[in-house]
């Protein structure tokens, strides 16, 4: 599935995508990214090898900037790359074999998925994040 390096990276960029605050988990916290590796046993198979290139070339572009991988720098700087990334702008360029903007446009839809989708799917932990906005299942 994922190296160890990899899910640190993810769990690390999907946290600067929904960072916990007022009292509600962080993307990781819950669960966003048991809710990816799901689906890439069940619906994105096929983007399973973008998200391991990546997911490296992230840690190659903070490694480039910063001599630490991308689960290793302090927000503020996983908040700087990921702008960069979403805009194209990498300096690593030989390490992105897929477009970094693709990547990160991926990586928020997948993000806010299994933040705010039924926890039987994997992410929202129980139900945390329709505790937030006020939903409630009913029947």
Avoid at 84 to 102: H, I, T
Avoid at 111 to 131: H, I, M, V
Wanted: negative net charge; proline residues 6%; charged residues 25%.
């Amino acid at each position: 599935m994922l190296t160890a390096k990899q899910h640190a990276a993810l769990r690390a960029a999907l946290d600067r995508i929904i960072p916990p605050g007022d009292g509600y988990p962080g993307a990781a916290d819950a669960g966003v990214d048991r809710y990816l590796l799901g689906q890439f046993d069940r619906d994105l198979p096929n983007a399973l090898p973008m998200y391991r290139s990546c997911l490296d070339a992230l840690d190659a572009e903070a490694r480039a900037a910063h001599e630490t991988d991308f689960a290793g720098l302090p927000a503020g700087e996983q908040d700087k790359l990921l702008a960069r990334v979403e805009k194209g702008d990498v300096a690593a360029e030989d390490a992105w074999d897929n477009d970094p903007k693709l990547f990160f446009l991926k990586l928020v839809q997948h993000a806010t998925e299994g933040y705010y989708g039924d926890p039987g799917n994997g992410g929202n932990l129980n139900g945390a994040s329709w505790k937030m906005i006020g939903f409630e299942v009913r029947g």
